[in-house]
């Protein structure tokens, strides 16, 4: 059996206690610790890698393919094909692939049967393509990635495949600056928002659209959650530098201190979020917070303290306030190790 080194070890710990209390004797159990195995790490994470880099060739060759509608476009006229049947012609290939793939589900790795479905989503959204050509949609692109974010979160969730969860993602924020700058009607605010602030908008209803996930599709809620987190703080890093003006020359003719009430909002989210992260164990909001703090405080100082402050001066006052957190968090751990342990086990040691 292969196992991961970590759980070698473990394994091999908890053979060596019960040849000790005689559960098993040592011909059994030098026969268990024979049949373990270390996995090949690496030749696995360089597969990965390589597998990383095939996938964005893939989009990279469907969009030069595709989307600029060379290839498909002669080929239709060539034929004299209406939008309809290149539409079916891809539906029928694109089932025909994924079908194939969940045959062969079981001697793929995880990785590759993700990558071959990348393959038979993005056929089935040529077909799409076509279809709403077909039907005529025009220059407003909200039908169709309305359509495409619910195909791909379908496939998703038939085929139990995360990357087409994060393509329905992207989709569905797609479809979201569609429809919002559609209703903004050229003045580039929805709902007196600017990009940025209804982004961030956007991904606090992405974050609680996740929680509500978690209850009822809970394999891929956590790709939710942070997709969510990194688009609400991606939009109010937005906020902080540009406010909520919509044109180059209303911005450069405000003030800094016009907008630094979003520096202050963008600072309090992320300092929250690192808080709750630490405060219940979630990883992806300390970590998120952690990052956007430090873009925070960059980006305030690039804007408020480039020309005036010594910047040996700026980064000694980060280091040591981030030393401080440091020590915080390391007594903090110590804490909850000792209350975890317990009284007996700490006088064992």
């Not at 079916?88 to 479905?117: D, F, M």
């Amino acid at each position: 059996m292969e196992v991961d080194k970590n759980d070698w070890t473990t394994l091999n710990n908890a053979i060596s206690e019960w040849e000790r209390e005689g559960k098993i004797d040592r011909t059994q159990a030098e026969e268990l610790r024979n049949s373990l195995q270390v996995k090949n790490q690496d030749a696995g994470q360089v597969a990965q890698y390589f597998f990383l880099v095939a996938l964005s060739c893939m989009l990279l060759a469907f969009g030069a393919l595709f989307i600029d509608d060379k290839l498909l476009e002669r080929f239709r006229k060539y034929f004299s094909l209406s939008h309809y049947i290149i539409a079916l012609l891809a539906a029928g290939v694109s089932l025909a692939w994924l079908w194939y793939v969940r045959r062969k589900r079981s001697a793929l790795s995880n990785t590759a049967y993700e990558l071959y479905l990348v393959v038979g989503a993005l056929t089935s959204l040529v077909s799409l393509t076509y279809l709403c050509k077909g039907i005529g949609f025009g220059g407003n692109y909200s039908g169709f990635l309305a359509l495409a974010a619910a195909l791909l979160f379908a496939l998703s969730v038939r085929f139990s495949a995360r990357f087409l969860w994060v393509g329905g993602v992207l989709a569905l924020m797609g479809f979201y600056g569609a429809v919002t700058q559609f209703a903004s009607g050229g003045s580039g605010l929805f709902l007196g928002m600017n990009y940025p602030i209804r982004f961030a908008a956007f991904g606090l209803l992405v974050i609680c659209l996740s929680l509500v996930q978690r209850k009822w599709y809970a394999a891929t809620y956590r790709i939710t959650y942070i997709a969510g987190m990194l688009i609400f703080f991606t939009g109010m890093w937005g906020a902080s530098v540009f406010g909520n003006y919509t044109n180059w020359t209303a911005w450069e003719a405000a003030r800094q201190t016009q907008v630094i009430g979003y520096g202050i909002a963008f600072g309090l989210s992320a300092g929250t979020a690192f808080y709750l992260g630490v405060r219940y164990g979630d990883q992806a909001a300390r970590d998120m917070g952690v990052l956007f703090l430090l873009a925070n405080l960059y980006t305030r100082y690039f804007e408020f303290f480039w020309d005036s402050m010594n910047k040996g001066l700026f980064f000694l006052v980060l280091a040591v306030s981030f030393y401080a957190v440091g020590r915080w968090l390391e007594k903090r751990n110590r804490d909850v190790k000792a209350l975890r342990d317990g009284p007996g086990r700490q006088g064992s040691v």
